[in-house]
């Protein structure tokens, strides 16, 4: 039988990666974060100073990178090229970036392809922006997470503070909202819901009720192993 393939999709700070962790320990997955795979790309293109408005160029690095993920003491390692990148990738500059990246195509192809092949054997749950609609549409559960902006810009600030990076409240709505903008609204995989995903609003719920609602539809569907 083909193992479980869970999709989880939503914008930043929206409580994705937490959940894929909790849900990959509680069930046995591997958890794959494709948004730092698109930051893993964002950070080389800038630590080999290219300009990342130039498409040619982003793309090539894109298609060249070796990509791997690990899942160790309940965290995604990110590894570049053999190279451990997990930190580097969620600085403020890689963040402010990463979005005009992700939106080439040439980019979304190369990693695209990666993630399928990770989610080929299932066993995976697999986070992003469009994990539901574009790159894993047969997915066994799919999920769309959302919060209010404002209770975002509060749980990536406590993030970036307890990672010891200086932001004001301010600075990081101001990103967040800048990112939805862009990232809703490009040509290519927009972020949305799809059609057959069961939303969660996370504004108001702590991390373990978000879990269970997901638990309790897998139960529901008889998809809980
Ligand atoms: O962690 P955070 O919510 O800040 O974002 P992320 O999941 O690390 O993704 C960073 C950026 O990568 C997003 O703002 C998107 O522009 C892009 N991304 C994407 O285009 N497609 C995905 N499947 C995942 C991320």
């Known amino acids: 039988m083909k193992r479980l393939v869970i999709a989880i999709d939503g914008p930043a700070a929206s409580g994705k990666s937490t959940t894929a962790k909790l849900l990959a320990q509680r069930l046995g997955l591997l958890p794959v974060d494709t948004g730092a795979m698109y ?3 964002t950070l080389r293109v800038l630590e080999l100073g290219l300009d990342p408005h130039d498409e040619a160029r982003v793309t090539e690095v894109a298609r060249r990178l070796n990509i791997r993920q690990e899942f160790r003491d309940g965290t995604v ?10 930190e580097e990738i969620r600085t403020p500059e890689v ?34 922006r469009d994990i539901g609609t574009v790159v894993l549409p047969d997915a066994d559960l799919k999920v769309f997470m959302k919060a209010s902006a404002e209770e975002r810009a509060r749980r990536r600030l406590r993030e970036l503070q ?3 990076i200086p932001a004001t409240f301010e600075e990081v709505l101001a990103d967040i909202q800048r990112r939805d903008r862009l990232d809703s609204s490009r040509a290519l995989s927009p972020l949305k819901k799809a059609e057959d995903a069961i939303e969660i609003d ?13 638990l309790e539809e897998l139960r529901r569907r008889g998809l809980d192993p």
């Open 39 to 41: 930051r893993a790309v």
């Open 77 to 86: 390692r990110t590894f570049v090229d053999g190279r451990d990148v997990s």
């Open 95 to 128: 963040t402010r970036w990463v979005s005009l990246v992700s939106s080439y195509r040439g980019v979304r192809e190369a990693m695209v392809a990666q993630q399928r092949a990770m989610a080929a054997r299932g066993g995976v749950v697999l986070e992003g």
């Open 162 to 164: 307890e990672k010891g």
């Open 202 to 214: 996370t504004t108001h719920l702590t991390i373990h009720e978000q879990v269970e609602r997901i």
